[in-house]
C-alpha cells in the first residue's frame, strides 16, 4: 500500500513553521476545486487522515478505511504515529489544530466513532476548518466477519463519495477460476478467498445485474453445459435451453435474464442467446461456420454485444447488436498480421472496452475508446489475459504471470498502479462484480 507516512520530525518542523504564520491563519488561502463541500486543488490527490476508533473491531475498521481509499487510487492516505495522532485529537467538540493537519498534507479528516448499530464517520474540511459530512453506517454480523468486512466496504464507499461525487468499488467481489479448475470468490482488497464449486471443471463465471446469482460453465457427462449458481441458496442450477457439446464463456445481459454464451457447431462457434428460467432452445445469432465466435459482452445499455471473432483468418474484437445484426469489426485489422485479440469487457460507463491482445509473442492487456477508436497499451511484463473491469469503470482485473505463477491482478486505468490480488498459483478468468447491496 502506498500510504504516506509522516514522521515525528515532520509534525516538529510543521509545529514550528505555524509559528511566523498564526497572524494569517484567520484566512487560509482556500484551493480551487470543490467536491461536495470539500476543498482541494483539482488534478491532485487530496491527504486523508483516518483517526484511531476506540472500540472493539476499531482498528480493523480504520485499517479497511485506510486500505479501500488506498486501493481507490484517488486520494492519498496520510498516516501519524498512533500515540502523536491521539494526541492532536480535541477532547470535546471540533477544535482540530486545522492549521497543523494543513501543514502535514492533510485535505481531509475521516473520524470513525462507535454507534449503537455500527459507526458514525464524520469528515473534516482541513481547509475551511469545519466538519462538512456526517453518515451512520450499520455493521452487519460480528467483528471481521465476511458480512462485517463488507459493510465497512459500504462505508468506504460512501466517504468517497463526499470527497470526489462518484462512490467508490470497496463494496465488490471478484470471481475467478483457480488452479483447481473451480469457481472462486474474493473481496476486492484480497481478503476471504472462498471456494464456491465442486463440479468436474467450472470455468468463466460472469455476475448478474445486482450480484445475486453468477452464470459459468462446467461439465458434465454430456459435455460443457451453462450452470447458475445463487449466492442466496449456494445451489447450482444447469440450464437446459443449452444445446449439448461445447458451451464456453457465458455473459449476463443487463436485464439479468438474457445469457449469450459460445456454443461448437459446424465445425466452429457461435454466439448463442437464452432466457434464463426459460427451457426453449437458445437462439443462435452469429453465423461464422468454420471460424470461432466466443467472449461475448453486452454494452451497458445491452443494445450491443463485444465479442472475439476468428472470421477474418485471426481472432479480432467486434461489436454486433444484441440481435445479432450488423456486425463490425472493432479493433484495426492488417492484412496478413498474425494478430491475436480476444476476451473482450466492456465498461460500465459504455466508453471503453478492454481486450487481450499478442504483442511481440506475449498477451497484454489494451483498451479502445468507443468514441474515437484509439487504443491504449496498460501492461508489457509477463503474459497478461481476460480483462474484467471494476463498476467504476476506473479500475480492471486481469491474469498475468509477472512475478511468475499465473496470479489475479488489479489495474488503475488512470494512474497505471499494478497491486496483486491473489497469491494462489492459477487464478484466470476473473469477472468483477457489481457494487453489492447488503
Same mark, same amino acid.
Given at each position: =500500500?502506498?500510504? +504516506?507516512?509522516?514522521s515525528?520530525?515532520?509534525?516538529?518542523?510543521? =509545529? !514550528?513553521a505555524?509559528?511566523?504564520?498564526?497572524?494569517h491563519? *484567520?484566512?487560509?488561502?482556500?484551493?480551487?476545486?470543490?467536491?461536495?463541500? !470539500?476543498? %482541494?486543488?483539482?488534478?491532485?490527490?487530496?491527504?486523508?487522515?483516518?483517526l484511531? $476508533?476506540?472500540?472493539?473491531?476499531?482498528?480493523?475498521?480504520?485499517?479497511?478505511? *485506510?486500505?479501500?481509499?488506498?486501493?481507490?487510487?484517488?486520494?492519498?492516505?496520510?498516516?501519524? #504515529?498512533?500515540?502523536t495522532?491521539?494526541? =492532536?485529537?480535541?477532547?470535546?467538540? #471540533?477544535?482540530?489544530? %486545522?492549521?497543523?493537519?494543513?501543514?502535514?498534507?492533510?485535505?481531509?479528516i475521516?473520524?470513525?466513532?462507535?454507534?449503537?448499530?455500527?459507526?458514525?464517520?464524520?469528515?473534516y474540511?482541513?481547509a475551511? +476548518?469545519?466538519?462538512?459530512?456526517?453518515?451512520?453506517?450499520?455493521? !452487519?454480523?460480528?467483528?471481521?466477519?465476511?458480512?462485517?468486512?463488507?459493510?465497512?466496504?459500504?462505508?468506504?464507499?460512501?466517504?468517497?463519495?463526499?470527497?470526489?461525487?462518484?462512490?467508490?468499488?470497496? /463494496?465488490? @467481489?471478484?470471481?475467478?477460476?483457480g488452479?483447481?479448475k *473451480?469457481?472462486?470468490?474474493i #473481496?476486492?482488497?484480497?481478503?476471504?478467498?472462498?471456494?464456491?464449486?465442486?463440479?468436474?471443471?467450472? $470455468?468463466s463465471?460472469?455476475?448478474?445485474?445486482?450480484? &445475486?446469482?453468477?452464470?459459468?460453465?462446467?461439465?458434465?457427462?454430456?459435455?460443457?453445459?451453462?450452470?447458475?449458481?445463487?449466492?442466496?441458496?449456494?445451489?447450482?442450477?444447469?440450464?437446459?435451453?443449452?444445446?449439448?457439446?461445447?458451451?464456453?464463456?457465458? /455473459?449476463?445481459?443487463?436485464?439479468g435474464?438474457?445469457i449469450? %454464451?459460445?456454443?461448437?457447431?459446424?465445425g466452429?462457434?457461435?454466439?448463442?442467446?437464452?432466457?434464463?428460467?426459460?427451457?426453449?432452445?437458445? @437462439?443462435?445469432?452469429?453465423v461464422?461456420?468454420g471460424s470461432?465466435?466466443?467472449?461475448?459482452?453486452?454494452?451497458?445499455?445491452?443494445?450491443?454485444?463485444?465479442? =472475439?471473432?476468428?472470421?477474418?483468418?485471426?481472432?479480432?474484437?467486434?461489436?454486433? #447488436?444484441?440481435?445479432?445484426?450488423?456486425?463490425?469489426?472493432?479493433?484495426?485489422?492488417?492484412?496478413?498480421?498474425?494478430?491475436?485479440?480476444?476476451?473482450?469487457?466492456?465498461?460500465?460507463?459504455?466508453?471503453?472496452? /478492454?481486450y487481450?491482445?499478442?504483442?511481440?509473442?506475449?498477451?497484454?492487456?489494451?483498451?479502445?475508446? $468507443?468514441?474515437?477508436?484509439?487504443?491504449?497499451?496498460?501492461?508489457?511484463?509477463?503474459?497478461?489475459?481476460?480483462?474484467s473491469?471494476?463498476?467504476?469503470?476506473?479500475?480492471?482485473?486481469?491474469?498475468?504471470?509477472?512475478?511468475?505463477?499465473?496470479?489475479?491482478w488489479? !489495474?488503475?486505468?488512470?494512474?497505471?498502479?499494478?497491486?496483486?490480488? &491473489?497469491h494462489? /498459483?492459477?487464478?484466470?478468468?476473473?469477472?468483477?462484480?457489481?457494487?453489492?447491496?447488503?
Open positions: =500500500m502506498q500510504f +504516506k507516512q509522516i515525528l520530525a515532520a509534525i516538529a518542523g510543521a =509545529m !514550528l505555524l509559528a511566523p504564520a498564526r497572524a491563519a *484567520q484566512n487560509p488561502t482556500v484551493p480551487e476545486g470543490v467536491r461536495l463541500g !470539500l476543498n %482541494y486543488t483539482l488534478g491532485t490527490k487530496p491527504g486523508v487522515l483516518v484511531p $476508533m476506540d472500540s472493539v473491531g476499531g482498528d480493523s475498521v480504520r485499517a479497511i478505511l *485506510q486500505r479501500d481509499i488506498d486501493y481507490d487510487d484517488r486520494a492519498t492516505v496520510i498516516t501519524l #504515529d498512533d500515540s495522532v491521539r494526541g =492532536m485529537i480535541p477532547k470535546s467538540g #471540533d477544535k482540530y489544530n %486545522y492549521p497543523l493537519f494543513a501543514k502535514l498534507g492533510v485535505v481531509a475521516l473520524r470513525p466513532e462507535r454507534s449503537l448499530t455500527g459507526i458514525n464517520i464524520t469528515m474540511d482541513v475551511a +476548518k469545519k466538519r462538512i459530512q456526517i453518515g451512520g453506517f450499520p455493521l !452487519l454480523d460480528q467483528v471481521n466477519s465476511r458480512a462485517w468486512r463488507l459493510s465497512v466496504h459500504r462505508a468506504s464507499d460512501e466517504v468517497e463519495r463526499w470527497i470526489f461525487g462518484t462512490p467508490g468499488s470497496a /463494496a465488490t @467481489r471478484i470471481l475467478y477460476s488452479g483447481d *473451480q469457481i472462486w470468490v #473481496d476486492s482488497d484480497g481478503e476471504n478467498a472462498q471456494k464456491l464449486t465442486s463440479v468436474t471443471l467450472a $470455468m463465471a460472469s455476475w448478474n445485474p445486482d450480484g &445475486t446469482r453468477f452464470v459459468f460453465c462446467g461439465f458434465t457427462p454430456s459435455g460443457s453445459q451453462i450452470a447458475v449458481y445463487s449466492f442466496i441458496t449456494g445451489d447450482i442450477h444447469w440450464l437446459s435451453g443449452t444445446a449439448r457439446g461445447l458451451n464456453i464463456t457465458p /455473459a449476463y445481459a443487463p436485464d435474464r438474457t449469450a %454464451y459460445a456454443s461448437g457447431r459446424e466452429g462457434t457461435d454466439i448463442m442467446v437464452m432466457q434464463e428460467g426459460d427451457a426453449s432452445p437458445s @437462439r443462435r445469432i452469429t461464422g461456420k470461432d465466435n466466443t467472449s461475448p459482452s453486452f454494452s451497458p445499455d445491452g443494445r450491443q454485444i463485444a465479442f =472475439m471473432s476468428g472470421r477474418a483468418g485471426h481472432p479480432e474484437v467486434y461489436t454486433m #447488436d444484441a440481435d445479432g445484426t450488423n456486425p463490425s469489426l472493432l479493433t484495426e485489422f492488417t492484412y496478413g498480421e498474425q494478430a491475436y485479440r480476444a476476451s473482450p469487457d466492456w465498461a460500465p460507463d459504455g466508453r471503453r472496452i /478492454a487481450e491482445s499478442r504483442i511481440d509473442g506475449s498477451f497484454q492487456i489494451m483498451t479502445i475508446d $468507443m468514441r474515437d477508436r484509439s487504443t491504449k497499451q496498460y501492461t508489457s511484463d509477463g503474459q497478461n489475459e481476460d480483462p473491469w471494476s463498476p467504476d469503470s476506473r479500475h480492471m482485473v486481469f491474469s498475468s504471470t509477472r512475478t511468475g505463477p499465473r496470479q489475479l488489479v !489495474l488503475d486505468a488512470e494512474s497505471g498502479r499494478m497491486r496483486q490480488l &491473489t494462489a /498459483a492459477g487464478a484466470r478468468l476473473a469477472a468483477w462484480s457489481p457494487v453489492l447491496k447488503p
